[in-house]
């Protein structure tokens, strides 16, 4: 018995390492292939070698990665899941089939309903949640089972025992093992993140620096040339589209400032209602050009320190992007500062055309824009500010219906 329950526990653990080693960075649509087919595998060797009790009775874990991936797959993986578990429960036949069937179909039909409140739970609250389904459905299971005796035996006992201790503890001990490796992974991803942003800063420092002197010489000698009465009028045309790429540039190159260190002229110990007030008054004309109202909420009392320039320069990046998502038709564009959980949140919420998976995923990357001019230092300075101040940034979109930036920023009292 010891020997099979050790084989199951290998069955189980195979998939998740197998997953995360080797498949984790592959597209959506690949991945839940992927976790449709590791799981398929763990449920048929689970039930191809089932763990034999001293007592006589037979059983096995095939529900604990039908459990785990359905909750986290949803129907896309729980479906397929479910057809192959009963299809091969029927060739293996005996005793218990139509029961699985019946038991199975429940547990199908609770894990649609909790899937998407299950992936919005924090790590530990998932791990809680997941153990406490296989903890109900087990003890419906044992339930419906104990009808079929006429009295509850010891060995049934051992054998409900036993059902509890390896299938809840293996839901959560997987659980753990998940929730784990997650975590592991979102802690490389950021440690990733500000090691590039760091060298960013100071590449940006030292280069915008050196670039700018030259252009603006070459923008003044271009207007210059401009109000010269000898060039014609083709001649001028030239000029000006030169003059506007030599600004073009200059912007880059203002971007590439706003990347660099917090300057110490600049820090300011503050609720943010200052500057969320000035990008509202910045934004408006460019909003209402584009038929979108703009409203400014404000509640939030807690302080932190920061550079003035850069925060305006953050907020106003995704204020103007979320204008941008509405040119077509117009829109709302709103600007939140709260208090939440302790720390100052800032949400910006458009109604625009919103954004991909894969976009989402891309966000904040260098040189990576939804836009077909655009150069992705906009977004860059956002996820740069928030790195600073030590925050977070959360996005939430839906094609079709908007996009909604939270960043989460911790206060600093003393200043």
Same mark, same amino acid.
């Not at 299971?141 to 010891?154: A, K």
């Not at 110990?269 to 000035?278: G, P």
């Not at 939030?300 to 990046?317: G, I, P, W």
């Given at each position: 018995?010891?020997?099979?329950?050790?084989?199951?526990?290998?069955?189980?653990?195979?998939?998740?390492?197998?997953?995360?080693?080797?498949?984790?960075?592959?597209?959506?649509?690949?991945?839940?292939?992927?976790?449709?087919?590791?799981?398929? %595998?763990?449920?048929?060797?689970?039930?191809?070698?089932?763990?034999?009790?001293?007592?006589?009775?037979?059983?096995?874990?095939?529900?604990?990665?039908?459990?785990?991936?359905?909750?986290? /797959?949803?129907?896309?993986?729980?479906?397929?899941?479910?057809?192959?578990?009963?299809?091969?429960?029927?060739?293996?036949?005996? &005793?218990?089939?139509?029961?699985?069937?019946?038991?199975?179909?429940?547990?199908?039909?609770?894990?649609?309903? @909790?899937?998407?409140?299950?992936?919005?739970?924090?790590?530990?609250?998932?791990?809680?949640?997941?153990?406490?389904?296989?903890?109900?459905?087990?003890?419906?299971?044992?339930?419906?089972?104990?009808?079929?005796?006429?009295?509850?035996?010891?060995?049934?006992?051992?054998?409900?025992?036993?059902?509890?201790?390896?299938?809840?503890?293996?839901?959560?001990?997987?659980?753990?093992?998940?929730?784990?490796?997650?975590?592991?992974?979102?802690?490389?991803?950021?440690?990733?993140?500000?090691?590039?942003?760091?060298?960013?800063?100071?590449? %940006?420092?030292?280069?915008? $620096?050196?670039?700018?002197?030259?252009?603006?010489?070459?923008?003044?000698?271009?207007?210059?040339?401009?109000? %010269?009465?000898?060039?014609?009028?083709?001649?001028?045309?030239?000029?000006?589209?030169?003059?506007?790429?030599?600004?073009?540039?200059?912007?880059?190159?203002? &971007?590439?400032?706003?990347?660099?260190?917090?300057?110490?002229?600049?820090?300011? $110990?503050?609720?943010?209602?200052?500057?969320?007030?000035?990008?509202?008054?910045?934004?408006?004309?460019?909003?209402?050009? $584009?038929?979108?109202?703009?409203?400014?909420?404000?509640?939030?009392?807690?302080?932190?320190?920061?550079?003035?320039?850069?925060?305006?320069?953050?907020?106003?990046?995704?204020?103007?992007?979320?204008?941008?998502?509405?040119?077509?038709?117009? /829109?709302?564009?709103?600007?939140?500062?709260?208090?939440?959980?302790?720390?100052?949140?800032?949400?910006?919420? &458009?109604?625009?055309?919103?954004?991909?998976? &894969?976009?989402?995923?891309?966000?904040?990357?260098?040189?990576?824009?939804?836009?077909?001019?655009?150069?992705?230092?906009?977004?860059?300075?956002?996820?740069?500010?928030?790195?600073?101040?030590?925050?977070?940034?959360?996005?939430? @979109?839906?094609?079709?219906?908007?996009?909604?930036?939270?960043?989460?920023?911790?206060?600093?009292?003393?200043?």
């Amino acid at each position: 018995m010891t020997e099979t329950l050790l084989l199951n526990l290998l069955f189980l653990l195979m998939p998740v390492f197998m997953f995360y080693v080797f498949f984790e960075n592959k597209t959506t649509f690949f991945n839940r292939a992927i976790l449709v087919l590791l799981s398929a %595998s763990s449920m048929i060797l689970c039930m191809t070698f089932p763990i034999h009790l001293p007592i006589g009775f037979i059983y096995d874990l095939r529900y604990i990665p039908f459990i785990i991936a359905g909750l986290f /797959g949803g129907y896309r993986v729980v479906l397929p899941l479910y057809v192959l578990l009963n299809f091969y429960r029927f060739i293996i036949a005996g &005793d218990g089939t139509y029961l699985s069937l019946i038991f199975s179909t429940f547990i199908l039909a609770v894990i649609l309903l @909790s899937h998407h409140k299950f992936i919005k739970l924090t790590p530990r609250n998932r791990v809680i949640y997941a153990s406490g389904l296989s903890l109900f459905t087990l003890i419906l299971y044992l339930t419906i089972l104990g009808l079929f005796y006429y009295e509850l035996t010891q060995e049934f006992l051992l054998l409900c025992l036993s059902f509890l201790l390896t299938q809840v503890g293996g839901v959560m001990f997987i659980m753990l093992l998940i929730e784990q490796l997650l975590k592991n992974v979102k802690i490389r991803e950021k440690l990733f993140d500000t090691e590039r942003l760091n060298t960013i800063n100071q590449l %940006s420092a030292s280069v915008a $620096h050196e670039i700018r002197n030259p252009l603006t010489v070459a923008k003044g000698f271009l207007q210059l040339l401009q109000q %010269s009465p000898s060039f014609s009028g083709e001649e001028k045309r030239y000029l000006t589209f030169s003059l506007d790429e030599v600004k073009r540039a200059e912007k880059i190159v203002s &971007d590439f400032l706003t990347l660099s260190l917090p300057q110490s002229e600049n820090m300011v $110990h503050s609720t943010l209602k200052e500057e969320a007030e000035q990008v509202k008054e910045h934004i408006l004309p460019y909003a209402s050009f $584009h038929q979108v109202e703009v409203k400014l909420n404000f509640t939030n009392t807690l302080e932190t320190t920061y550079d003035r320039n850069q925060m305006e320069q953050c907020l106003l990046n995704l204020c103007k992007n979320g204008v941008e998502a509405m040119t077509e038709s117009g /829109g709302m564009l709103t600007i939140s500062i709260f208090e939440q959980k302790k720390n100052i949140a800032v949400q910006i919420e &458009d109604t625009g055309v919103g954004m991909s998976k &894969d976009q989402l995923k891309r966000l904040g990357k260098p040189y990576y824009s939804t836009k077909e001019k655009g150069t992705g230092l906009g977004m860059l300075i956002v996820y740069n500010t928030m790195n600073k101040l030590g925050g977070t940034i959360e996005v939430s @979109s839906q094609k079709g219906k908007g996009t909604t930036f939270l960043l989460t920023i911790p206060p600093n009292p003393t200043g």
